[in-house]
Every structure is written in C-alpha cells, then in structure tokens.
C-alpha cells in the first residue's frame, strides 16, 4: 500500500500541515532540521505526493498543452523534442494535443486542455484563427506561438523569418549558377509557410533578372506531396537544372520522382530543401538544405511561457537564424 501524507507527518514527528508546507516548498513554519527529517521521512517511506490533489490546494497543475496540426511529421518531432526538454527541466509536465488541421478538432481540444486546467499553452506551426484565438482567450492562460505568428493577435512567437530562409535558398542555387529553378511549394494562402516563402523564391529570382513563373502549389508538405508534384511541374517546365522544395519531405518526394523519371541529382537536377530534419540525412543522395533551429525553437517556446507564467507580461518574439546545410544534392555549374 503507497504510503500517505499522513504516515509522512507521523515518521517524522511533524503536523500533516508542516509536511505540507515542506514538499510544497513553503518557506515559511519550519526549521532546515525539520525539513531534513520530513524529507528522511519521504525517502524512506517511498512517498510520492499527489499531483491533483497537490494542484487543488496550490491551483497549480504545472501541466502546458500544446497543439499541432500533424503530431508524425518529422519538424513537429523535433519541435516537441525541444519543448519536452526544458518542460521536463523546468518540472512541467505536457499534454499534447494532434488537431490534424481541422478546425472543430482543434477547438474541442482546446477545451480539453481549459478542463485540464493548463497553466500554459503552445501554439504550434498552424494559423491562428479568430475561433482559436477567442478560445485561448478565454482560458485566460499565457500562449506563445512556434513556427507561425499572428499578424492580427500580439501574442508572442518563436519562429524563422520563412521569406528571408526561402530567399537565401534560392540565392544559393543562383550563385552555384543555376537560372532555370523551380519551387514545389505549399498552399499560397497559407500565410505561415505559404505565400511567405513563395515571396521569397521570387524575390530572389526577380533580384538576380531571372523568371519567377516556375512555382507549383503542392497544396500540402508531405513526401507524397512533392512526389506528385514534381512531374507537374517538369512538365510545365522541361528546361530546369534547379529546385526548391518548401520542406525536406516533399523534396525527398522529388527525389523520389526524378528517380523514376531516370533523372539523376544532382547531376541532371539540383535539389535543395527546407527544414533540415532527419530525412535530409536520411535521404540517397543526403540533401542539401535550409536549417530550421527546430529544437531549440521548441526549447525556446517553454522558457518564454516559464516566464510569462512567473511574470504575467508577454516577452519579445524570437526570430530564429536560418542556414543552409550543404549536402549531395545540388551541383555547382560555375
């Protein structure tokens, strides 16, 4: 049978109020000696508080939840790599909650999370919608934004500039010597990972006097995505030596298509990625690629919700530094 509260206070000689005060890190009502024979106690009993019952008298959960649209996909892992990490450091445990894109799942979820009595919450990588927004408004709990950012709600978030990270990848291929690229990109409406980076694709090509019409909307960032994209768009455009892919996934995607198209990378295409996760490694031949700071992004979404935990007032956004990782897949015409 686990030991209670109430055989703690009696081992040690103490009120089941003073025990209290001491796992609950009081510091008031107690001598250092007695804290060393209650914690005696607890050692040598095996006793472990609580947790719900500890949050009814604190109401304190140190519990956050956070959200994503794709909980199997290769950025979200090591965004919540990093977000485990320091949550588990800092002693916080996490809910995480896998919307799947939709609006009525990510909605019920956040009222699952307001029933769980989160302390926190982390918005990841999705639009922040008026329904989601008034939803995290009225749990009245402190919210940072990963890997998207609101231009209409100031809430704080943690995330790469995507038309500066689009930008420099196609200034790369440029400076290896490429004109004819291309892009297999995301859903132009999409404003996160979307138009931001389509932006940026063109801007780079129009910077350099190069066209800027070679852009097919993958309507997703799956492998299969840029799988069945790539054809479309070597169809359209016969001619290219270069592409950009909007994530690693779906340019392994189009590794995997000019494979079947008897197309070698880099030696008839040069390929280069977004993301920098374990499948550009993972990849024949290894991708080159734009380097997302995924984990540390989810390391820096919980101090920033710590803080603002602590101190009620909402920190400055982070905006994360970009590279580019060079791999085997693009080929330098210079």
């Given at each position: ?139 009245n709990v402190p919210t ?172 400055q956004s982070i905006i ?15």
């Amino acid at each position: 049978m686990n030991a209670t509260i109430k055989d703690v206070a009696k081992q040690a000689n103490v009120s089941i109020a003073t025990v209290s005060r001491i796992l609950n890190q009081s510091s008031k009502g107690y001598s250092e000696e007695t804290r060393q024979q209650v914690m005696k106690a607890v050692d040598e009993l095996g006793y472990r508080p609580n947790a719900l019952a500890r949050g009814l008298i604190n109401k304190k959960t140190q519990t956050i939840g956070v959200l994503f649209p794709e909980i199997s996909g290769m950025v979200t892992s090591e965004l919540l790599h990093g977000i485990e990490e320091v949550a588990h450091h800092l002693g916080q445990s996490v809910i995480v909650c896998n919307t799947a894109s939709q609006g009525e799942k990510t909605l019920k979820y956040l009222n699952l999370l307001d029933e769980k009595r989160v302390e926190g919450m982390i918005f990841a990588s999705e639009v922040l919608t008026d329904e989601y927004y008034e939803a995290l408004k009225k749990m009245n709990v402190p919210t940072v934004l990963v890997s998207t950012k609101s231009a209409k709600y100031s809430l704080p978030y943690v995330k790469v500039d995507d038309h500066d990270a689009s930008y420099a990848a196609t200034s790369y291929l440029i400076r290896k010597g490429h004109k004819d690229i291309g892009m297999i990109s995301g859903m132009e409406e999409d404003p996160i990972a979307g138009s931001p980076r389509i932006r940026g694709f063109k801007a780079a090509l129009e910077d350099h006097g190069l066209r800027s019409d070679a852009v097919i909307d993958a309507r997703g960032f799956s492998f299969e995505h840029g799988k069945v994209a790539f054809p479309e768009l070597m169809l359209e455009h016969p001619l290219l030596t270069a592409l950009f892919a909007a994530s690693d996934e779906m340019a392994v995607g189009a590794l995997s298509s000019a494979y079947e198209w008897k197309l070698r990378v880099p030696d008839d295409l040069s390929i280069i990625g977004y993301d920098n996760s374990k499948i550009a490694e993972m990849s024949i031949p290894p991708l080159t690629t734009i380097a997302q700071p995924l984990r540390e992004m989810g390391e820096k979404a919980v101090e920033m919700l710590s803080g603002m935990m602590k101190s009620g007032t909402n920190p400055q956004s982070i905006i994360m530094p970009h590279q580019i990782i060079e791999r085997h897949t693009v080929r330098d015409l210079t």
